[in-house]
C-alpha cells in the first residue's frame, strides 16, 4: 500500500496522559500537513512541513502540542497533558510541492479520546 | 477558522436521484476542491476547479464555480448509495496564510435504496 498511513487508529487515554501519533506519507511527497476534525466539522489546520522544516502552525497548535519530521520523511504529532477538547480525529495528509495547493492525499485518520 | 460553509448541512434523496451540494467562502482563492469522507475514514479527493474555471466535470460529477458570489456547487446524478457520505469544499488561497486547504463543515449526503 502506497498510500499516507496513520498510526494508532485509534487511543483512549486519560485526561493529563501524553499521546503521539504517527504519519507516514507517501514517498515522494515531501509537503505534510496535519488537521483535526471534531464530530459534525469539517477538518481544521494545524500545521504543515516541507521536507523536515515546520513552515507554519496554526493558533490552534497550543504549547501541549508539537509534531515533527526530522527526517523528512514520517511525522509524529504529541500532545502533552490531554485535555477533554483534545479529543478528535487527527488526520495527516501529504502532497507533492508545487506553486498552488493541488489535491491532498489523507490518511485514515487517527481517533483520540480523552476520558 | 473555516472558510466555507456548505448548504445543505444534510441532504437525503432516493438512489437515481441528482444530489446538489453549495458551498460559499470569503476570501480570493487559486482554486476550490471537493473531497468525500466516509464515516469515520479521511478524506478523497474528488475534483478541483481553478479560479478561472467556470464548470468541471468527473465522471457523474459536476462542480461549478462562481468567483463574482464566492460560490460553487457540486451536482452528483443518479446517485448511488454508495455515494452515501460527507462532502466537503476546501479552498487553496491566493499568498499568505496557509498553506495547504481550508475545508468548509460539510454535507451529509444520504442515499436512501
Known amino acids: 500500500d502506497t498510500g499516507v498511513s496513520q498510526n494508532p487508529r485509534h487511543k483512549i487515554t486519560k485526561r493529563g496522559q501524553n499521546v503521539t501519533f504517527r504519519c507516514d506519507p507517501i514517498?515522494?511527497?515531501?509537503?505534510l500537513y496535519w488537521y483535526r476534525q471534531t464530530l459534525g466539522q469539517g477538518p481544521e489546520f494545524l500545521t504543515y512541513f516541507q521536507n523536515e522544516a515546520q513552515l507554519e502552525k496554526s493558533r490552534l497548535l497550543s504549547d501541549r502540542f508539537s509534531a515533527e519530521r526530522p527526517k523528512g520523511s514520517f511525522s509524529t504529532l504529541e500532545i502533552q497533558r490531554t485535555e477533554q477538547g483534545d479529543s478528535a480525529m487527527y488526520l495527516c495528509?501529504?502532497?507533492?510541492?508545487?506553486?498552488?495547493?493541488?489535491?491532498?492525499?489523507f490518511g485514515e485518520g487517527s481517533r483520540l479520546t480523552v476520558l | 477558522s473555516q472558510q466555507g460553509e456548505e448548504d445543505p448541512q444534510a441532504l437525503s434523496i432516493q438512489e437515481g436521484e441528482n444530489a446538489t451540494m453549495n458551498c460559499s467562502y470569503k476570501t480570493s482563492i487559486n482554486n476550490l476542491q471537493w473531497y468525500r469522507q466516509n464515516s469515520g475514514r479521511g478524506l478523497v479527493h474528488l475534483i478541483l476547479i481553478r479560479s478561472n474555471e467556470r464548470e468541471k466535470h468527473s465522471g457523474r460529477l459536476r462542480v461549478t464555480l462562481d468567483t463574482s458570489k464566492k460560490s460553487s456547487s457540486l451536482l452528483i446524478t443518479a446517485s448511488r448509495a454508495a455515494d452515501t457520505a460527507s462532502y466537503f469544499c476546501?479552498?487553496?488561497?491566493?499568498?499568505?496564510?496557509?498553506?495547504?486547504?481550508?475545508f468548509g463543515k460539510g454535507t451529509h449526503l444520504i442515499i436512501q435504496p
Open positions: 514517498s515522494e511527497h515531501n509537503r
Open positions: 495528509a501529504s502532497r507533492v510541492r508545487g506553486r498552488t495547493t493541488g489535491e491532498l492525499f
Open positions: 476546501a479552498t487553496a488561497g491566493i499568498g499568505g496564510g496557509a498553506d495547504g486547504l481550508t
